[in-house]
């Protein structure tokens, strides 16, 4: 991995990245351990004016990975009992000299530390700034660093596993592969463009196309796995619609687990939307169920129903629920029609009772047949919400782009292939061919980060919280 030798300078005249900083590492709250960490050449020197052990060493004088207990003071006055660990360039998380000191986990507690390192000469962290620096000292590439905050951020066990695998290296191998294949693509045209003098012949355009067509395959298959990545980090919006009484509420019920929606037998009882987050499978389902879509002369049910229409609308996936013990009815078939444009699963629930809609009803559409009351059929319908948003044979150990950015460099090198191939089959010119392999090596440069600008450091950075 490449050390980024990149020096932001503030108005002294100071590198940035030459300080040495400190910030909180672990979350404010109580708990029962709080770390201060200090990152850069200083680290030691600035612990050794806080922390004062119970044996008399000083932090500066004992080896890498070791550990002292003692004190923290300022001013001469005892803050806390403290175990003082330290880490020797390269071999920490920032790649520089780092000393982290622990310390009861109250709010207040890990301030006053803070605050006594800060006054002893280090300077706060902005925002990312410890991972910045393991990325600029190589320790890690931009894709990995993303991962970071994914895995800090995960809500579901999908997204942590996901961002498991970027951060294992998953993506990056990938892209090595692809990286490679373009390098010797390039390195032909080279050879046959800046040398010709050596009677090199020419390029065989078939094993050319044959080595970008693997690169744009492999290009493709990952914005394709974007999309449903997203969905197993993110969730999907899901409204659940159907005629009053058909069982919207119980299939809500069901999927949640708890009796989030009232269920009666009258109709029109959901008036509003209820919402909850589930999992189902893999996926985080954000639910809405909504009041029965009808022609109602009630004032509050029709509002309520201008609501469900409005999550139709909006809505990423829809269960479209009906009741199939009864014929089925024009009413149905003009709610179907209401949903055909969007992801569509139709639910034919009470078929315990026996189902009388045709099989001809829905034909084209993902159908399940459920009763939501007893739970039957709930794993087709894992199953068939799995198929509708192509996230079937994704797995969540999988290699995907986890960044809006990482998906729009990864597309940039798409297109980019895209034109070389086109160009190609056009019978233009090697060099002109060559500038659009260079174009597609660039964006995935920029996506791992060998070669990027200060303005997308910093703006990927930014995003992180402050101690990492």
């Known amino acids: 991995m490449v050390k980024y030798n990149v020096i932001l300078c503030n108005k002294g005249g ?3 990245a030459e300080r040495t900083i400190a910030a909180i590492a672990t979350p404010l709250g109580e708990g029962g351990i709080g ?15 806080v922390f004062f052990s119970l044996n008399g060493k000083k932090i500066s004088e004992i080896k890498g990975y070791t550990a002292l207990f003692g004190e923290i003071k300022k001013d001469g006055v005892r803050l806390d009992e403290a175990v003082a660990l330290r880490f020797i360039a390269p071999k920490s998380y920032t790649g520089e000299d780092v000393v982290e000191l622990s310390v009861h986990g109250g709010a207040l507690m890990v301030k006053e530390v803070l605050r006594a390192v800060l006054d002893a000469g280090a300077y706060l962290a902005g925002t990312g700034e410890f991972t910045k620096r393991a990325f600029l000292n190589g320790k890690l590439d931009l894709i990995k660093a993303e991962s970071v905050m994914s895995l800090i951020s995960a809500q579901n066990q999908s997204e942590l596993k996901l961002a498991r695998s970027v951060h294992a290296g998953g993506v990056t191998k990938q892209l090595s592969l692809i990286e490679d294949e373009l390098v010797s693509a390039a390195a032909t045209i080279a050879a046959y463009c800046d040398y010709p003098e050596e009677d090199i012949g020419e390029i065989d355009t078939e094993t050319f196309k044959a080595e970008l067509g693997r690169v744009q395959k492999a290009l493709l298959k990952m914005l394709c796995e974007y999309d449903a990545g997203r969905i197993l980090r ?9 005629s009053p009484n058909v069982g919207k509420s119980t299939l809500m019920n069901l999927l949640t687990g708890i009796n989030r929606s009232i269920v009666t037998s009258v109709a029109g009882t959901t008036r509003d939307v209820i919402e909850d987050t589930v999992m189902l499978g893999e996926i985080p389902l954000r639910l809405a169920d909504t009041a029965g879509i009808r022609e109602s002369d009630d004032e509050v049910e029709a509002q309520g129903i201008a609501l469900a229409r409005q999550r139709l609308t909006s809505s990423q996936l829809v269960l479209a629920v009906f009741d199939c013990s009864k014929e089925e009815t024009e009413e149905d078939r003009l709610l179907l029609k209401e949903c055909e444009d969007k992801p569509l699963i139709v639910i034919l629930n009470q078929c315990d ?14 159908v399940i047949k459920m009763s939501a009351k007893n739970g039957e059929g709930s794993q087709q319908l894992v199953s068939a919400v799995a198929r509708v ?3 079937e044979n994704l797995s969540p150990d999988s290699a995907v782009l986890i960044s809006e950015r990482q998906r729009e460099l990864a597309n940039r090198a ?11 089959s056009l019978g233009v010119t090697p060099d002109a061919v060559g500038v659009l ?7 995935l440069y920029e996506m791992t980060g060998q070669r990027v600008t200060e303005s997308v450091t ?9 101690g990492k």
């Open 458 to 466: 910093e703006e990927i950075f930014k995003k992180f919280c402050v």
């Open 14 to 16: 100071e590198g940035v």
């Open 35 to 49: 770390i201060v960490r200090i990152s850069g050449e200083k680290s030691a020197e600035i612990a050794d004016k």
């Open 353 to 366: 009772k026996g189902c009388k809609f045709s099989d001809d009803f829905a034909k084209g559409h993902e």
């Open 437 to 443: 392999v260079d174009d597609a090596l660039t964006a």
């Open 389 to 391: 948003t192509k996230t």
């Open 414 to 424: 798409y297109m980019a292939v895209n034109e070389a191939l086109n160009a190609i």
């Open 234 to 242: 993110e969730g999907v919006e899901t409204v659940i619609v159907g």
